[in-house]
């Protein structure tokens, strides 16, 4: 399993980005994938995660109504488009492949490869 995460950058405050991951290495289709992202200092938190035909999504309460988290199956891309930033989601961005279990908790997810960075200027 192989995941890499790209478009982070910095924005102002009010502003708009887009991050996506690639996949490869595994039948992407077959799995559901959620992001997640860590400030320095903090642990990994949840942000959020898309069942493997796109049909469900889940957020975390502090992204909802902002961030939309969506794939392409045909491109192994999920991506998240985040909306409305705020300085607290200044943190690194990561993906990761779901394995069962709760949503919210980064031990049931496998390849999480390097993520990006998002910092968000006030």
């Known amino acids: 399993v192989q995941l890499q995460a790209y478009g982070g950058g910095l924005v102002q405050a009010g502003g708009s980005l887009r991050v996506s991951c690639i996949a490869s290495g595994y039948r992407f289709s077959h799995y559901d994938m959620g992001w997640f992202r860590q400030a320095p200092g903090k642990e990994r938190e949840f942000v959020a995660a898309?069942?493997?035909?796109?049909?469900?999504?889940y957020y975390a309460d502090s992204v909802k109504g902002r961030f939309t988290i969506s794939r392409d199956n045909a491109k192994n891309t999920v991506y998240l488009q985040m909306n409305s930033l705020e300085p607290e989601d200044t943190a690194a961005y990561y993906c990761?492949?779901?394995?069962?279990?709760?949503?919210?908790?980064?031990?049931?997810?496998?390849?999480w490869g390097q993520g990006t960075q998002v910092t968000v200027s006030s």
């Open positions: 898309i069942t493997l035909d796109g049909g469900s999504r």
């Open positions: 990761a492949v779901f394995m069962g279990g709760r949503y919210y908790d980064p031990s049931n997810y496998i390849g």
